[in-house]
């Protein structure tokens, strides 16, 4: 696998994805205000247009849009370290168990690899999906955390592919960059909503409300297909950072095919994967979904063109050049 042509391939894609998510935010911006303008013409045929419509309607869905991103920033304000508090994880415990001190061990060997500062360990240890996250604003409160289920199935050298794929999406910005696509897409949510509300305030509310909510749902969901384009494609990159930084495609590759059989597993004996909560407990806080190695059952409530994550099947594929069955799943003594 040619990793490097990977990366770029996946950091221009990233580039034209975010352009065409600014572009949005414009075409709504343009949407409300020909909405409500066509709306106007409609209802007052003998009124002249009133002065200050267009700086009205830009800036009331611009603050919308403002809004909503800062409402997500603020659930996030306080850092990787209390949202990990906040799901449930603590922090590892080197002293008392041999495979949380190989995993401190992994991170502090692998932030070399990556020449970046170590981030918080902590552990997520009721889960027993294998997964992992890395989150955080800088790299003062950043943290990697992994569930109980990598700790207990993973070898040593996939366990080193798990962390690289993590630290790249702290190397390379992806929390702050997700958290930003976030709130913007929340804040197009905001404007379907304002526009809701306006519906419901009588005739003329009827007309301009449905105009600005057509124009706001348009919006959000272009927002949200395009949120999710650019979160495929920083998997991707995450996923050849791992084999750059640890030189073995079976690494990372080993982690993937382990929770595919996971997940196979799951739907023999549980009724289906994505009806297996308990094993993903702690992982289906909707601020951590999007930051997973691996989906959750509850991470993709909308059409499978709206997942955060590729497919496993097609990551795996990506890896090894072509498509490869699960691994057995043997716990570590």
Same mark, same amino acid.
């Given at each position: 696998?040619?990793?490097?042509?990977?990366? =770029?391939?996946?950091? !221009?894609?990233?580039?034209?994805?975010?352009? /065409?998510?600014?572009?949005?935010?414009?075409? #709504?911006?343009? @949407?409300?205000?020909?909405?409500?303008?066509? &709306?106007?013409?409609?209802?007052?045929?003998?009124?002249?247009?009133?002065?200050?419509?267009?700086?009205?309607?830009?800036?009331?869905? /611009?603050?919308?849009? @403002?809004?909503?991103?800062?409402?997500?920033?603020?659930?996030?304000?306080?850092?990787?370290?209390? %949202?990990?508090?906040?799901?449930?994880?603590?922090?590892?415990?080197?002293?008392?168990?041999? =495979? *949380?001190?190989? /995993?401190?061990?992994?991170?502090? *060997?692998?932030?070399?690899?990556?020449?970046?500062?170590?981030?918080?360990?902590?552990? /997520?240890?009721?889960?027993?999906?294998?997964?992992?996250?890395?989150?955080?604003?800088?790299?003062?409160?950043?943290?990697?955390?992994?569930?109980?289920? =990598?700790?207990?199935?993973?070898?040593? #050298? *996939?366990?080193?592919?798990?962390?690289?794929?993590?630290?790249?999406?702290?190397?390379?910005?992806?929390? !702050?960059?997700?958290?930003?696509?976030?709130?913007?897409?929340?804040?197009?949510?905001?404007?379907?909503?304002?526009?809701?509300?306006?519906?419901?305030?009588?005739?003329?509310?009827?007309?301009?409300? #449905?105009?600005?909510?057509?124009?706001?749902?348009?919006?959000?969901?272009?927002?949200?297909?395009?949120? &999710? #384009?650019?979160?495929?494609?920083?998997?991707?990159? =995450?996923?050849?950072?791992?084999?750059?930084?640890?030189?073995?495609?079976?690494?990372?590759?080993?982690? %993937?095919?382990?929770?595919?059989?996971?997940?196979?597993?799951?739907?023999?004996? !549980?009724?289906?994967?994505? &009806?297996?909560?308990?094993?993903?407990?702690?992982?289906?806080?909707?601020?951590?979904?999007?930051?997973?190695?691996?989906?959750?059952?509850?991470?993709?409530?909308?059409?499978?063109?709206?997942?955060?994550?590729?497919?496993?099947?097609?990551?795996? &594929?990506?890896?090894?050049?072509?498509?490869? !069955?699960?691994?057995?799943?043997?716990?570590?003594?």
């Amino acid at each position: 696998m040619r990793f490097w042509d990977w990366q =770029a391939d996946a950091r !221009r894609t990233t580039r034209w994805l975010l352009l /065409l998510f600014g572009l949005c935010v414009l075409a #709504s911006l343009t @949407a409300v205000h020909g909405g409500l303008t066509l &709306a106007w013409l409609l209802l007052f045929t003998h009124i002249d247009y009133p002065k200050g419509f267009v700086a009205v309607n830009v800036g009331v869905t /611009l603050l919308l849009i @403002a809004g909503g991103w800062w409402l997500t920033h603020e659930e996030l304000s306080q850092g990787g370290q209390k %949202l990990a508090q906040r799901i449930g994880a603590r922090n590892a415990r080197p002293d008392r168990s041999m =495979a *949380e001190q190989q /995993l401190c061990n992994i991170v502090q *060997e692998m932030c070399v690899a990556a020449q970046m500062r170590p981030p918080q360990v902590v552990v /997520l240890a009721r889960a027993d999906a294998i997964n992992a996250f890395a989150a955080g604003w800088t790299q003062d409160d950043a943290v990697i955390a992994v569930t109980q289920g =990598a700790l207990d199935y993973l070898s040593r #050298s *996939e366990m080193q592919g798990l962390v690289a794929h993590e630290l790249s999406h702290l190397k390379e910005g992806d929390t !702050r960059l997700n958290m930003q696509l976030a709130g913007m897409v929340s804040g197009l949510e905001l404007v379907y909503n304002f526009g809701g509300s306006v519906r419901e305030r009588g005739v003329l509310g009827w007309w301009f409300g #449905s105009a600005i909510m057509l124009a706001g749902l348009v919006g959000w969901l272009s927002g949200r297909l395009l949120k &999710a #384009s650019v979160s495929r494609q920083r998997e991707y990159l =995450a996923d050849a950072r791992a084999v750059q930084w640890t030189r073995s495609r079976d690494a990372l590759g080993g982690v %993937l095919r382990k929770v595919l059989t996971q997940r196979k597993e799951a739907e023999a004996f !549980r009724g289906g994967w994505r &009806a297996d909560h308990r094993s993903h407990t702690g992982l289906n806080h909707p601020l951590v979904q999007h930051m997973l190695l691996a989906e959750t059952p509850d991470s993709s409530k909308l059409e499978h063109w709206l997942d955060a994550h590729p497919p496993l099947e097609a990551r795996v &594929a990506r890896i090894y050049g072509r498509p490869m !069955r699960g691994l057995p799943l043997t716990e570590n003594p």
